[in-house]
């Protein structure tokens, strides 16, 4: 009798973790810029999205909320799209700007202003963790094997070594 409870127990436990899903859905492209019509775009889901090459960089950047605000400062903020294309799209932000990087895609932001700069982050991830990429591939521990690092960014294996000697996670 035990046996039988234990099998229905295992079969419900196996059943309710097939109804869970507790991860982020993976995107089909980098981002989706919505478009009225699906002739020159990619269906994503219930809309149609521009296609990469067809995104104008200002896509991701609006002066729609540039009020004055008690947010400061300039940022140069920017974000790569993936594989084949690794494209730069940047731009300058002033208080009241709004900004979008688009999940998983390396990105940066970058005070160039003369004073301290603020400025406000939404996620949207269940896991908003954050990898530093220096410190990810230089710093990991046990450390990557200097070869790998040295083939994979075209480096001599002496500089790799040299990088990853170096203290990365406070290295301002």
Known sequence: MKGVEF????VLLTLASKLASASDPGPLQDFCV???DTKDGVVQGP????RRRLLPSRAQHSRKYN???RIKGTLHVGFVTSNPDNRLITKVLYPGDVFVFPVGLIHFQFNIGN?????FA????????VITIANAVFGSHPAINP????????LDVNIVKQLQSRFWWDNN
């Open 47 to 50: 809309k149609a999205c521009s």
């Open 67 to 69: 009020k004055p605000s």
């Open 115 to 119: 004073t301290n700069a603020v400025a």
């Open 147 to 154: 070869d790998v690092l040295a083939k994979a960014f075209q």
């Open 34 to 36: 919505a478009l009225k």
């Open 7 to 10: 099998l229905v127990a295992l």
């Open 122 to 129: 939404a996620l949207s991830s269940q896991n908003p963790g």
